[in-house]
């Protein structure tokens, strides 16, 4: 069997979560395209969608949305747990740290009983929110701020982040912005947690190990990084001179390119709205200039090659005008696909069988044992 490196294009598993056309630019969450989600849902609604397959009804929204609501505090012991943490440490590994931690409060693996799969479904996306937003403060030297149980779900973690009850506007957005980022099939993170789910461990596992994939930089951190490059670049008239650099030394340009899109990737253009809208009303970024420049010179040279902005370039800028710190942009990633992930989990469990790949042996044939004594000392003297 040849190798194929990242498994890429290797179907692993069979899913009716997301459906992905590359060629056509369209994503679909259980079917529905993620336009309409954007437009008309809500991000605890879509969370339903995805995990439980279908829309909810009135009642079944307004009880889900009760649920999280009820579960968003946090034990008094999490809270000294993340004041044990230090204030240097990267916020990812602050809630990856915290949501395995979760294990230990409601250890009870009973991944048979209906019950307290929706009661873990629940307590995920109520806290990790809660989380995030308690670290930042306590690295900050102050104490977390209680969830507001007046405000939504979007509404409330900015309050929490930023300690002010945020714009209607900047709620909405936010909230689509989770929406967008909530499921995208099979990619790392998903995978790692498909992979720690078919071992039947807890969801709280299963999270936390999702969330380690998606700390690192090739998955979840080109949002942060997209911010650099432009403000590397600096303004928009060295856009061009920057792209050909780029591509020159052939060097990655950030936010550009994915794995399963020829074109601009769905959410990139929802995104970009987004952030109009949000520049119209509270002033632009002025790297927003800098990235639009950027973009219209990548299409002339890299969109012959179906290279094209993807949902990282235009985030991180809505992300900074809500107030986000930078460092925070992947957790935020992560309070979105904790809804994917926890799908990803659910289906997992109903038709699992443990991952267990094969390899193409590299090493070296059979070999004859030297003793101690009889091996060569290779250190220079």
Request: aromatic share 10%.
């Amino acid at each position: 069997m040849p190798l194929r490196p990242g498994l890429e294009g290797v179907p692993v598993t069979q899913s009716s979560i997301c459906d992905i056309d590359g060629n056509q630019g369209s994503l679909k969450y259980r079917g529905y395209p993620i336009t309409e989600l954007a437009s008309n849902s809500s991000f605890l609604e879509t969370t339903f969608l995805l995990i439980w397959g279908e829309l909810p009804s009135k009642q079944e929204l307004s009880d889900f949305e009760r649920e999280v609501q009820m579960h968003r505090r946090l034990s008094f012991r999490v809270r000294d747990m993340l004041k044990c943490f230090p204030e240097s440490g990267h916020p990812m590994d602050a809630l990856q740290s915290s949501a395995a931690a979760l294990g230990l409060f409601y250890s009870r693996r009973a991944i048979d009983d209906p019950k307290y799969i929706y009661n873990a479904v629940i307590r995920l996306v109520a806290k990790i929110p809660t989380m995030v937003a308690a670290f930042q403060l306590i690295r900050k030297g102050q104490d977390p701020i209680q969830p507001r149980d007046d405000l939504p779900y979007s509404s409330n973690f900015l309050y929490m982040l930023t300690e002010q009850e945020p714009d209607p506007l900047s709620a909405k957005v936010f909230d689509r912005c989770l929406i967008l980022h909530a499921e995208h099939s099979l990619n790392a993170s998903t995978f790692s947690a498909r992979v720690t789910a078919s071992t039947l461990t807890d969801p709280y596992a299963v999270v936390a190990s999702a969330v380690g994939t998606l700390a690192g930089p090739l998955h979840g951190g080109a949002n942060e990084d997209v911010i650099a490059m432009l403000e590397e670049i600096g303004t928009p008239h060295k856009a061009g001179e920057y792209l050909d650099n780029a591509i020159k030394n052939k060097q990655k340009i950030m936010g550009f390119g994915h794995r399963e899109y020829r074109v601009k990737d769905p959410r990139a253009s929802i995104l970009q709205n987004f952030g109009e809208e949000l520049f119209a009303r509270f002033g632009k970024d002025e790297m927003y200039e800098v990235a639009k420049s950027l973009e219209e010179e990548a299409i002339d040279r890299l969109g012959p090659k179906g290279i094209y902005p993807n949902v990282d370039f235009y985030s991180g800028l809505i992300y900074r005008k809500l107030g986000i710190p930078r460092d925070l942009f992947t957790p935020v990633f992560a309070i979105s696909r904790v809804a994917g992930w926890l799908a990803h989990w659910r289906e997992q469990l109903g038709a699992n069988r443990i991952f267990r790949p094969s390899q193409i042996y590299t090493g070296m044939k059979t070999r004859t044992w030297t003793a101690l004594e009889e091996r060569p000392n290779n250190k220079d003297e």
